[in-house]
């Protein structure tokens, strides 16, 4: 009876679609429960290991090996599976092939040193446990600048304290790019200075790309060379913020809006 069970479901399927099984499962778990993508090397590293433990365990027996090579066997050698033979062998070349062309990146945009200084950014961001649409997101302190000038200008003194604590050694004290660290960086920091950078951006902009860091970047602003860090990790949502209403308010920029002011 349990034979009979076992051979519902193919030895070398039942395989595949432990494998399977597994690799949504990781994506489940990281991206949709925990909140975190999986970093793709972590998840090829996984992924080896539950390849070959699976295998071993699927042929540990002589009568288990052999119910997994049959199939395969007879795929090749059977006259009568010809024509799926010959669509497995056109097929898997191309899957191969698509894979190796999309790893390999090609792109017809510009050179690396003239990639895009504000990529798109996505249409919404995780983060902090939770989903922000980038659309409709606005900075929660900035309303304050009107109806609270005085709580105000304290959110911003507090955004100048955070900034010169973890920003300046790579941004500058003046906010031109110039910190100590910045000569041995490549790309250089960003000169808020600069009517180019943040007077161009959204603050929902600027909250994603501090945020995510370097790694948030997305791929026409390949490859990610950015040595700015993920924020997230390091600065609470709120410091995000008031740090964002120091940039503005030292450069004497506005930040761009869809709202008529």
Not at 36 to 58: E, R
Not at 84 to 97: D, E, K, M, S, T
Not at 150 to 165: P, Q, R, S
Request: glycine residues 6%.
């Amino acid at each position: 009876m349990s034979m009979t069970k076992k051979r519902l479901i193919p030895r070398l399927l039942q395989f595949a679609l432990v494998i399977a099984g597994v690799y949504f499962g990781f994506v489940l778990l990281f991206d949709v429960i925990l909140g975190a993508l999986i970093p793709k090397s972590l998840l090829s590293m996984y992924m080896f290991f539950v390849i070959a433990g699976t295998f071993m365990v699927f042929t540990c027996t002589e009568e288990s090996a052999r119910e997994m090579v049959d199939p395969i066997k007879a795929l090749v050698e059977d006259p009568s599976k010809k024509i799926v033979r010959n669509i497995v062998y056109a097929v898997l070349p191309l899957l191969a092939g698509a894979y190796i062309f999309t790893s390999l990146q090609l792109s017809f945009e510009a050179p690396v040193e003239l990639r895009s200084i504000h990529p798109a950014p996505p249409a919404s961001l995780k983060a902090y446990g939770k989903r922000f649409d980038l659309a409709t997101l606005e900075n929660p302190y900035r309303k304050l600048e009107k109806s609270d000038p005085e709580k105000f200008k304290k959110l911003v003194f507090e955004g100048g304290e955070v900034y010169i604590k973890n920003c300046q050694y790579c941004h500058g004290d003046r906010l031109d790019g110039k910190g100590p660290y910045a000569d041995g960086l490549n790309p250089t920091p960003l000169n808020f200075q600069d009517v180019g950078t943040i007077a161009q951006l959204q603050e929902s902009y600027v909250f994603w790309r501090i945020a995510t860091g370097g790694p948030g970047l997305p791929k026409e602003a390949a490859p990610w060379i950015s040595a700015m860090p993920v924020w997230e990790d390091f600065l609470s949502e709120d410091e995000i913020w008031k740090v964002i209403l120091y940039l503005y308010d030292y450069t004497g920029m506005r930040p761009r809006s869809w709202k008529h002011e």
